[in-house]
């Protein structure tokens, strides 16, 4: 589905690429953005990000040369109804992306990514190469 937010956000990213290749940074869209940890290792980067009351079939890994979005759907079951009224909701749903660009080159062919107890884990290894590919989709284990 075209998202002309992010295909801006795309283009800006190429064009800072060279200007802060070594700096972290993120965007994040939606009404409900998942708290995440990155932490970098010798040979790669760890995203654990938090996602409670959400499906495996509701997220989805995609990858861009060093920029990893997590993205997806958050459904809340509201409990209104002719006798039960919302007084207070806190808890956000609907449609949510998260992008992070990492400081160095990635092996998007070697990108895991699992999903368990409400927890998403991206396994991400470093790359050497100087070429990346146009994107690709992570399946979630």
């Known amino acids: 589905?075209?998202?002309p937010l992010r295909d801006i956000e795309r283009?800006?990213?190429?064009?800072?690429?060279?200007?802060?290749s070594n700096f972290l940074s993120m965007t994040s869209?939606?009404?409900?953005i998942p708290p995440m940890d990155i932490v970098e290792k010798k040979d790669g980067y760890k995203i654990i990000a938090d996602m409670p009351g959400m499906a495996r079939n509701d997220i989805a890994v995609d990858i861009e040369g060093n920029r990893i979005c997590i993205g997806?759907?958050?459904k809340i079951e509201r409990q209104e109804s002719d006798q039960n009224m919302l007084l207070m909701s806190e808890r956000g749903s609907g449609r949510f992306e998260r992008c992070v660009q990492l400081p160095s080159r990635i092996e998007e062919d070697a990108v895991q990514a699992s999903f368990r107890d409400a927890v998403l884990i991206v396994d991400v290894k470093k790359s050497n190469a100087n070429t990346s590919r146009s994107g690709t989709s992570v399946r979630i284990e």
Do not use: K, N
């Open 29 to 32: 869209r939606g009404s409900w």
């Open 1 to 3: 589905m075209w998202d």
């Open 72 to 74: 997806g759907t958050r």
């Open 11 to 20: 283009m800006l990213s190429r064009f800072q690429g060279p200007l802060d």
